[in-house]
Nanobody, 119 residues
Framework: QVQLQESGPGLVKPSQTLSLTCAVG??????????WGWIRQPPEKGLEWMGM???????YYSPSLERRIVISMDTSKNQFSLQLDSVTPEDTAVYYC???????????WGQGTLVTVSS
């Protein structure tokens, strides 16, 4: 059983960088067969897959975000992170971290954290 917990600021100003961290519990990320992903859901909209990082460090990003997004991991801290640059109010959403299985299915979800982009 994998436990995931997002953390980070709930309010970010436009043009700044959104940074979130996901702490992983229930096992070591090192050598895990899971990949680690980020998904978001804007208000009154559907889920949007943002990207993920494999246990080998290889990253996969949504084409719509690839110019602004970086996903990284720190296996010594058993956590992974999301950085989204140049945010606008359209980036306001509940952000979820997830453990992704070998066929890209979401096996475990964090509880989600609301990030509002506003001046």
């Amino acid at each position: 059983q994998v436990q995931l917990q997002e953390s980070g600021p709930g309010l970010v100003k436009p043009s700044q960088t959104l940074s979130l961290t996901c702490a992983v519990g229930g096992g070591s990320m090192r050598g895990s067969w899971y990949a680690w992903g980020w998904i978001r859901q804007p208000p009154e909209k559907g889920l949007e897959w943002m990207g993920m990082i494999g246990s080998d460090g290889e990253t996969y990003y949504s084409p719509s975000l690839e110019r602004r997004i970086v996903i990284s991991m720190d296996t010594s801290k058993n956590q992974f992170s999301l950085q989204l640059d140049s945010v606008t109010p359209e980036d306001t959403a509940v952000y979820y971290c997830a453990a992704v299985g070998s066929t890209w299915e979401i096996n475990f979800w964090g509880q989600g954290t609301l990030v509002t982009v506003s001046s």
